[in-house]
């Protein structure tokens, strides 16, 4: 690829809005200027897995001792769209996807790594976290992964707000073993170099030909990946979470010493399938299981099964909408894939867990640890066998928005558990709470610092749910039921309104597990209405009123 970091036309109208955004903003007030008391600052150190669930977390040892233990954790906290670009995009802008305006995966789609780049205006990426952190005085590093396509059209390509940056370049961000990363603004590869570029290839091809049909989804993947049956090596000293793992230490060990704060976004991919070695069995041979453990944990979880609970391959779904009804009962091969896949998904998550060990212990070592605030998250959570669904999010079901979030840091209760309902949109505002920064766009979340220092109780509010494009823009007969909807999960229960006209309402009191489906009982109405009437609010909700 011709050019070096920020060459070429398009990189260079990037700079210029971005310096223009920087400038409008400092001269309203809304972002800072670095001040002088930068350095009595804590650092902040934000931890964010993929496709995590709660339930995880007990298979985390060096977490369970070091933060669940030290710090306060969330038990009610809640992804507002259960996927990827969406959700982090929530993370680096403290709104929600109907104001952010990143509505999916995909450019083609409204979503996607270019989306967020080309917004016009406060709706920038320019004017999101890493910025704001930077204008605040803090030294900023984001490692691991960023936002679908990102690298899909050019690979050195390093976002506004970050001094370290050391993003894995799509699609290679989801094989564990054969991937590139850019390392402010230079690619490496790692593992089968041949194979990364396929990886790499098939987003390029994405990002600049999009598909219109299933069909032309599977050509792109034979076109990228030749030999089809081919799936690079699988070399210990490759495994992507331990090398972004390192890269954060390192950070942390360089960054540590200097009077200025920092602020580090570490981003393992784990655990995400690895989806383009897979797509769900049609690439004939692809390596199990999904994702793949490192070597030392690849026998650790024999013994372990995808939690059973009574939503496990739901034995009547006729209640349900359109999308999920008709769905066969899984059969014993596919439960026995879940489970499979569950043990690979426990390795990968341990990975990340000795990665945080070495963050801290980098941390303690250079006298900084008791001066930093750690907070672990997901950008949503997981359905492994729920209601027939043998591997998904997307939807609003409570495995699929309920995420594990802890922090842990200078003042917060070690051991202490907050069971008020807190939202993605509040990691913005607790960062920049906690930093002394401040937005350069209006906020939908709330700081959950006092909450955690204090032992404030969360205020009592609805949580918005929504998905406002489908996961692909063409009909795939593996992901029919990723369709639209916007919901609310109130204090007691949840409805769904469905883009196809349809509903949904459960009694989460009664029916925590989602089995029966009250929309169409009378003696609900009422609760449909007013739940309808608020969903529809919070569609538009902007600020304070979506608290």
Known sequence: MKGGRGSGPASRRALLSALL??????????????????????????IQVDDAVTGDLRFMPKIRRQLIQRGTRFTRFFNSYPLCCPARTTLLTGQFAH???????????????????????ELNQSNSLGPWMQAAGYRTALVGKYLNEYGALDRREVPPGWDRWAALLDNSTYDYFNYAMNIDGKVRFWGDRDYARQQLKLATLGATDPAESFAELLALFRE?????????????????????????????????????????????????????????????????????????????????????????????????????RDLPKLTREQIDEIDDNYRGRLGALRSVDDQVGLILRRLRRAGE???????????????????RLRGSKFLPFESSIRVPTVIRGPGVRGGRKIGGNAIDVDLAPTILDIAGAKPGRTMDGLSLLDAVRKGRRLPRRDVPLEALRPLFRFFTPLTAFDVPYYAVRAARFKYVRWSFGESELYDLKRDPHELENLAGDPAYADVVARLEARASELQECAGSSCR
């Open 99 to 121: 104001n952010h305006r990143v509505l999916s995966n995909f450019q083609a789609n409204d979503g996607g790594y270019y989306t967020f780049s080309s917004l016009p205006g």
């Open 369 to 387: 640890l008791r001066n930093t605030y750690i907070v672990f998250n997901s950008d949503n959570g997981y359905i492994q066998g729920e209601h």
């Open 224 to 324: 990228a990946f030749v030999p089809f049956d081919s799936f690079g090596s699988a070399r210990p000293r490759d495994y992507s979470m331990d090398t972004n793992g390192r890269i954060a230490a390192r950070f942390v060990s360089e960054a540590a010493p200097s009077k200025r704060p920092f602020f580090l976004y570490y981003a393992p991919p784990a655990p995400h399938a690895e989806d383009t070695n897979h797509i769900q069995g049609l690439r004939p041979g692809a390596p199990e299981p999904d994702p793949r453990p490192p070597y030392r944990y690849r026998d650790e979880y024999d013994d372990a099964h995808a939690p059973r609970s009574a939503a496990f391959n739901e034995s009547d779904v006729s209640d349900k909408a359109a999308n999920i």
């Open 21 to 46: 955004v920087a400038l409008s903003l400092l001269a309203t007030g809304l972002v800072s200027a670095p001040s002088a008391d930068a350095a009595e600052r804590p650092n902040i150190v934000l």
